[in-house]
T-cell receptor, first 114, second 117 residues
Framework: EAGVVQSPRYKIIEKKQPVAFWCNPI?????LYWYLQNLGQGPELLIR????????DSQLPKDRFSAERLKGVDSTLKIQPAELGDSAVYLC????????????FGPGTRLLVL | AQTVTQSQPEMSVQEAETVTLSCTYD???????LFWYKQPPSRQMILVIR??????QNATENRFSVNFQKAAKSFSLKISDSQLGDAAMYFC??????????????FGQGTELSVKP
């Protein structure tokens, strides 16, 4: 069974540029999460989707961050414009409806904003 | 709000020895889940072990076991017969049950474990 897929793995951009991250969850997993992990810290939730509906986006900085999961499968997280403080690892995770307790994580996208 | 605290930023263990990583949490709820995740340098977060709060028996997965003290709100991870591949950042995490707006994981700050050959 394929795991959670994320791309790109690494991204370097200049500040004020836009950037997008893509996540494809494990097949059959209807819940999808985006987490932000700053260096030396634990991940923090940005947004959670149940199918195509964003059910928890309270921690998403909506002035510059946006996300979508149009068909309830893969998802895109966008930052526009990026700031120096956005340099971090962006993790995607998913859960199976019959076992929602356990989240499976992707390898993450490491973003560096110069 | 729930919080998770890992008071050991770094730990070191000799290969084949046993090490215990500490975690405390704060919650007013009686039903929840606790997890230990491992994050090697490759960044892939891997589930090590899970504990349901309603279960009194401590969870065990091969060389990994937990000491769950619900009243003390303590959840430590014991790694027996440590191997070089166990070297990683370990995160303790809390999750509310699904029926009670559960979903997101609340992570501690992490403990960097090094294994000496």
């Amino acid at each position: 069974e394929a795991g959670v897929v994320q791309s790109p793995r690494y991204k370097i951009i200049e500040k004020k540029q836009p950037v997008a991250f893509w996540c494809n969850p494990i097949s059959g997993h209807n819940t999808l999460y985006w987490y932000l992990q700053n260096l030396g810290q634990g991940p923090e939730l940005l947004i959670r989707y149940e199918n195509e509906e964003a059910v928890d986006d309270s921690q998403l900085p909506k002035d510059r961050f946006s996300a979508e999961r149009l068909k309830g499968v893969d998802s895109t997280l966008k930052i526009q414009p990026a700031e120096l403080g956005d340099s971090a690892v962006y993790l995607c995770a998913s859960t199976f409806p019959r076992a929602p307790q356990t989240q499976y994580f992707g390898p993450g996208t490491r973003l560096l904003v110069l | 709000a729930q919080t998770v605290t890992q008071s050991q930023p770094e730990m070191s263990v000799q290969e084949a020895e046993t090490v215990t990583l500490s975690c405390t949490y704060d919650t007013s709820e009686s039903d929840y889940y606790l997890f230990w995740y491992k994050q090697p340098p490759s960044r892939q977060m891997i589930l090590v072990i899970r504990q349901e709060a309603y279960k009194q028996q401590n969870a065990t997965e091969n060389r990994f076991s937990v000491n769950f003290q619900k009243a003390a709100k303590s959840f430590s991870l014991k790694i027996s017969d440590s191997q070089l591949g166990d070297a990683a950042m370990y995160f303790c995490a809390y999750r509310r049950p699904t029926y009670n707006q559960g979903g997101k994981l609340i992570f501690g700050q992490g403990t960097e474990l090094s294994v000496k050959p």
